[in-house]
């Protein structure tokens, strides 16, 4: 009698698709996402461009000795990268707060199930949100003319340079930030503590040698400090900085690193755990 033998069991090796290609896929979706929703992009520019005019032309008279326009106009001009790292902290937040959105919808969890690196969430929504803040703060440098901006294309490419990296760090430290919460209202309270203090002690309002002691401290110690004075030194060549443009440089692309380090070491932690 023949013995039935079951036929050899077929393994179906699934491939990693890498992480270059994942990544991508989250950073359009954060692109396209952005740009269909019509109110957030009015939004982000309009209120930023608000405050610059409301802010400048109140504080005027109080910041420079003088009067009349000139007085404005100078204090305009100061208060400009502020209203430019303004508008990039806004879509850096907003960005990030769609994170939280995705894990509430099943979005993040589908993406966390699939054959693919922690790392690409982090690639891919950095970078999404990055470039978004970047292409809303390059936009907002139409408005440069105005205040005594020279528009050449030696202090353009260096304004976007800057752009982009004062965006790439605050959106991995709005990443850190949201990837452990699960509500919206935890992280608006998180942003009015640590996000908008950081951008109200970069120099942004007030200059760095006005300040008191104590608060002088504090604004050397801010990285976001070394970034607004860069995107000044690119926008005003002969201003006058606190430190050179290599050093706020460098510090700026310190403080991406740390940041960006920082997401990937809170997405991947957990996987290190071992197996119970």
Aim: glycine residues 8%; charged residues 10%.
């Amino acid at each position: 009698m023949a013995t039935l033998t079951a036929p050899p069991r077929q393994t179906v090796a699934i491939s990693s698709p890498g992480i270059l290609v994942p990544s991508y896929s989250l950073w359009l979706r954060e692109i396209v996402r952005f740009y269909r929703q019509k109110a957030r992009v009015v939004g982000v520019i309009a209120s930023p461009l608000l405050f610059w005019i409301v802010l400048g032309s109140g504080f005027a008279h109080s910041f420079s000795s003088g009067s009349g326009s000139s007085s404005s106009t100078h204090y305009l001009a100061y208060f400009y990268p502020g209203a430019v790292v303004m508008i990039v902290l806004f879509t850096a937040i907003f960005s990030m707060m769609s994170l939280i959105t995705d894990r509430n919808e099943g979005f993040l969890l589908s993406v966390l199930a699939a054959p693919v690196s922690r790392s690409t969430i982090v690639l891919g929504k950095v970078l999404g949100g990055a470039t978004l803040a970047t292409i809303q703060g390059v936009i907002f440098l139409v408005f440069g003319p105005m205040v005594g901006v020279q528009i050449t294309p030696e202090s353009i490419g260096l304004s976007v340079l800057v752009i982009a990296m004062i965006s790439f760090e605050l959106t991995a430290l709005g990443f850190a930030i949201a990837w452990p919460m699960d509500s919206t209202q935890a992280f608006h309270a998180i942003v009015n503590l640590l996000l908008i203090p950081l951008w109200l002690l970069s120099g942004s309002l007030f200059p760095l040698s006005g300040a008191s002691g104590w608060l002088r401290f504090c604004m050397l110690c801010n990285p976001l400090t070394y970034g607004v004075e860069a995107l000044r030194s690119a926008l005003y060549p002969g201003g006058s900085s606190v430190f050179s443009l290599p050093v706020n440089l460098a510090v700026t692309v310190v403080f991406c690193l740390v940041t960006f380090a920082a997401s990937w070491a809170i997405v991947n932690r957990r996987t290190n755990r071992p197996a119970a």
